[in-house]
């Protein structure tokens, strides 16, 4: 994870939820400036992460968690879009090329001559996926448009799937969620927007339904659209035959077992609220929905729509509970409210905040399990950000919280978070931001990647965009603040 103190600045340290092992990596940035790791990735007993290098360049790193085990997988870049690990290690990372003024898709063993560009005519959010050792993303040629390729890894491996949208129309998948060892995704095919499956070949890239699901384009506890529980994949989408607004879905992958589970609000005046933050906890799947009777609260299913249910009215009335960052842990239900730990086991009495001294006191931001250990990140008047870490008591069942890092070491909330509601918007939106917020910028584009709005702002918590502006369709908002970047789909109705 990535800390602050003073003399190092934010770097990358590793615990293993105990004081004296806490410690401090890699002084990869040397000096106060630190390297401001973020996204980090786990995969094949390593660690990847983007890092600054200077104050104008990024690289992605591996480390295997040991001193002096860091290596620098890529070359510097002044952007870099998003990344994805092959089982075989290899580094498939999306950059803007300013030179070129394109996107490209390049891939890295960690070498100069391992280093390759794959392809230069990227869509402009990439939607990087991978199954096994081939990468899933967009990309574009004069002929097919923009579509769903795929990569080995060599240039002679790299081209279209299938040509979605026949001709030069642009299908764009979009969000790749990895179910069954194949890809699933929105796109149009040029008549709907439809919700796709690929293997990777023609013939195996077919459409399921024609409804519009929702994206996950930075996979996070608080936006989940996509989840699998006890083996069926879950989702939230739009049938625009209906106009039902959003509803809970699921597919075993087949067109006849991609179907409904329950409109959760079905007296919706638009395709908001959306079912989302979906996450699985031991074969039932628990979200954050709102039926427009009880305001947006925890609800769990079964598949059925009987066994889709409120879990509990947190707060009663139709003002609802502010529900972030649910995680699966110790076969419960770990989540925010208002900066409070929760727990839920399913029932109403089961759901409850956490009643633990060790983090009586402490505001809570951001969550995260590992192995047998909840790992929060929280502040408080005395210590200001710190790491604390939890292991349930065999005995009680209770969650016992202790402070892990010494007061020096403050945990470091650079991650940018970002929220826009309503979305679908009619004429007003706004975008909601926390987390690392110092010198922001958010810009609006339409599908073509033509940008239509820009705002740079700093510590701010509330952006309001100019949706009455635009025709009826979908854009894309991207948020930056100098070392992370997220996009959000925004529907205008």
């Not at 998948?173 to 990895?178: I, K, T």
């Not at 409804?211 to 529980?229: A, E, K, L």
Request: net charge negative; with cysteine.
């Amino acid at each position: 994870f990535s800390a602050y103190e003073r003399e190092h600045g934010t770097e990358l340290y590793r615990t293993d939820g105990k004081d004296r092992v806490t410690i401090l990596l890699d002084d990869i940035l040397p000096g106060e400036a630190g390297s401001n790791g973020y996204n980090f990735v786990s995969k094949n007993n390593a660690t990847w992460f983007i890092a600054t290098n200077s104050s104008t360049t990024l690289s992605i790193y591996k480390t295997n968690g040991a001193k002096y085990g860091l290596q620098k997988m890529v070359p510097d870049y002044q952007y870099i879009q998003d990344f994805k690990i092959g089982n075989n290690g290899l580094v498939f990372y999306g950059i803007y090329n300013y030179n070129t003024n394109k996107y490209e898709l390049w891939r890295s063993d960690g070498t100069a001559t391992g280093t390759i560009l794959l392809s230069s005519t990227l869509y402009y959010n990439n939607y990087l996926n991978i199954i096994g050792n081939t990468a899933f993303f967009v990309a574009g040629d004069s002929e097919h448009g923009y579509e769903l390729w795929k990569s080995d890894g060599s240039i002679a491996g790299t081209g279209i799937v299938k040509d979605i949208n026949p001709g030069i129309g642009n299908s764009v998948p979009a969000g790749m969620f990895v179910y069954k060892n194949e890809v699933y995704f929105g796109t149009n095919d040029g008549a709907n927007p439809a919700f796709w499956k690929s293997d990777g070949t023609n013939g195996g890239t077919i459409k399921l339904q024609d409804i519009d699901p929702w994206y996950d384009y930075n996979v996070s506890s608080s936006t989940r659209f996509f989840c699998i529980s006890n083996k069926i994949l879950y989702f939230s989408a739009i049938n625009y035959a209906d106009s039902k607004g959003t509803q809970l879905w699921k597919t075993d992958g087949t067109v006849a077992g991609t179907r409904v589970v329950k409109d959760v609000s079905p007296n919706a005046g638009s395709f908001y609220p959306v079912p989302f933050a979906l996450t699985d906890i031991n074969g039932t799947l628990f979200f954050i929905g709102n039926d427009e009777v009880h305001g947006t609260e925890l609800w769990k299913s079964d598949g059925t729509e009987t066994g889709t249910q409120l879990v509990k009215d947190i707060i009663p009335g139709t003002e609802g509970t502010n529900i972030i960052s649910p995680v699966s842990f110790s076969r419960k239900l770990f989540f925010l409210n208002n900066g409070i730990l929760w727990t839920s086991d399913g029932t109403v009495d089961g759901t409850k905040p956490v009643d633990d001294p060790g983090i009586s006191n402490v505001s809570v931001s951001l969550i995260v399990p590992a192995s047998d250990k909840l790992f929060l990140s929280g502040t408080t008047y005395r210590y200001g950000w710190e790491l604390y870490a939890g292991v349930v008591n065999d005995e009680t069942g209770k969650l016992v919280m202790s402070r892990t890092s010494n007061a020096k070491t403050a945990i470091s909330a650079t991650s940018l978070n970002t929220v826009i509601y309503p979305n679908p918007a009619l004429s007003n939106a706004t975008l909601q931001l926390s987390g690392n917020t110092k010198n922001v910028s958010v810009s609006i584009t339409d599908m073509n990647g033509r940008k239509l709005w820009q705002n740079n702002s700093s510590d701010v918590m509330f952006v309001n965009l100019p949706v009455e502006k635009y025709v009826a369709g979908v854009y894309f908002v991207t948020v930056t603040n100098g070392t992370e970047s997220k996009t959000i789909r925004l529907v205008k109705q």
